[in-house]
């Protein structure tokens, strides 16, 4: 039974109060903002004239014919002045010739037009023993000249030498496939006509005549552990150097454009290996090679030649 003194401690008890309204939802909390991207440092790359010039500097080129617009502009020449460029050497040296990709810290000579000169050839052989390449600018050059050829017999023909027209037939803008092309199709036993522009040269230069029967390889163009890749298109890249695997698959199939086309070109051979990456079986390496580069045309034996050696280069590198 209740008593009195617990009814009346009852009623002292403190009303009861109503339940607080529901806060309001949290806002969510805000994410944490990403942090910019590390600025890379401004690109600045020297360069001179390959027969002798005060030195300047260049930046802001995404390819091949930009930088060969900013060399111009610094030494106030026209771009198409310009037939090639080589890395870390002043002299024309193949080997040394500037690709896709060019070291951070590489000095870069520009090879200009000198005197132009024409030679008659008679094609006595179905080959002429020229290896041809391009500049990525309109102008098709001799890489290599093979010992014993045809060409080898003609003193004034010189690697370096850029083929300005064929038969008075100008092939300015024309890709070194098609200038090889257009070699290789020219009737046996009937004379011809190479009109040629050397690079102006210095004089401890003069004279020199260099050509080679075997097929070296390619040097090592970049310094220091990234180069920045130039690209037909789209921006430039900085990346890291080529890996040992990379580099050996890159001169097999640059060895196999000089043997099938009489071209070298060490920026095709690479993007050539960088299309095996993506792919798992020739046939599928074919069609991609046909997405990429269709414009060569590759023969289909050649296609299987080219995944042969970079599967070689593979297991030869581990």
């Known amino acids: 039974m209740e008593t009195t003194a617990a009814r009346e401690a009852r009623g002292a008890e403190a009303p009861r109060l109503p339940a607080p309204p529901p806060s309001p939802a949290e806002p969510p909390a805000a994410s944490p903002t990403p942090a910019a991207p590390r600025a890379r440092p401004r690109l600045i790359f020297r360069t001179q004239l390959a027969h002798g010039s005060p030195t300047g500097k260049i930046e802001g080129f995404t390819n091949v014919r930009e930088l060969y617009a900013k060399i111009a502009e610094a030494f106030g020449i026209a771009p198409t002045e310009i037939l090639f460029c080589t890395l870390n050497s002043h002299k024309v040296d193949m080997q040394k010739l500037l690709g896709g990709q060019i070291g951070l810290e590489d000095f870069i000579f520009a090879h200009v037009r000198g005197e132009t000169k024409e030679v008659e050839v008679t094609k006595t052989e179905d080959a002429l023993g020229l290896t041809i390449t391009d500049n990525g600018a309109g102008y098709a050059f001799i890489k290599r000249i093979k010992e014993g050829s045809i060409i080898n017999r003609i003193e004034a023909v010189c690697v370096g030498d850029s083929i300005e027209a064929i038969n008075d037939h100008s092939i300015v803008g024309c890709r070194h496939y098609e200038v090889a092309k257009m070699l290789r199709e020219l009737p046996k036993s009937q004379p011809f006509t190479l009109r040629l522009v050397q690079p102006k040269r210095a004089f401890d230069m ?71 990456k993506k792919t798992v079986s020739v046939q599928e390496f074919a069609r991609h090679l046909d997405s990429v580069l269709g414009e060569f045309a590759f023969p289909d034996e050649f296609v299987v030649e080219v995944w042969a050696a970079i599967g070689e280069a593979r297991e030869a590198c581990g």
Do not use: N
């Open 206 to 276: 003069i004279g020199q005549r260099s050509r080679s029967s075997k097929c070296p390889t390619e040097a090592k163009v970049s310094s220091g552990r990234e180069t920045l890749r130039l690209r037909s298109g789209g921006a430039a890249t900085v990346e890291e150097v080529p890996s040992e695997f990379e580099e050996e698959a890159s001169r097999r199939v640059d060895d196999l454009l000089e043997s099938y086309m009489g071209i070298r070109d060490p920026e095709l051979a690479s993007t050539m290996v960088e299309t095996s």
